[in-house]
C-alpha cells in the first residue's frame, strides 16, 4: 500500500473514533445537572403552567416532566449508541480495507 492511502485511511480511522467518542461525551455531560437544578427547573415549569404547590394538578405536571426528563436521556442514549455502532462499523469497513490492500 502507498503511503498516500495509509495517511488517508488513518485519517479516516481517527475520525472515526474521534466522533464516537465526542458523541459519548456530549451524551455525558448533557446529564450533568444536578437533581436539585432539574426538580428547580420542573416547580418553575409547573408553576408557570398555574399550578399550585400540593394540587393534582401540580403533581401532575411534576411527573410529566420527570417523563419527559426520562424521554431526553433515553433519547440520548440511543443516539450515543447509534453514534458508537456508527463508529464501530466505519471502523471495521476501514480495516478490511486496509487488509485486503495489505493483501491480508
Do not use: P
Amino acid at each position: 500500500m502507498n503511503t498516500m492511502n495509509t495517511h488517508f485511511f488513518a485519517g479516516r480511522s481517527r475520525s472515526a473514533l474521534s466522533l464516537g467518542l465526542f458523541m459519548a461525551l456530549s451524551t455525558a455531560l448533557a446529564g450533568c445537572a444536578t437533581t436539585q437544578e432539574q426538580l428547580s427547573q420542573d416547580y418553575g415549569t409547573c408553576e408557570s403552567f398555574g399550578a399550585q404547590y400540593g394540587s393534582s394538578e401540580y403533581s401532575q405536571c411534576m411527573l410529566v416532566q420527570q417523563q419527559r426528563r426520562d424521554n431526553e436521556t433515553l433519547r440520548s442514549l440511543e443516539e450515543a449508541r447509534l453514534a458508537t455502532e456508527l463508529s464501530r462499523n466505519s471502523q471495521e469497513i476501514i480495516d478490511s480495507r486496509r487488509n485486503r490492500q495489505d493483501g491480508y
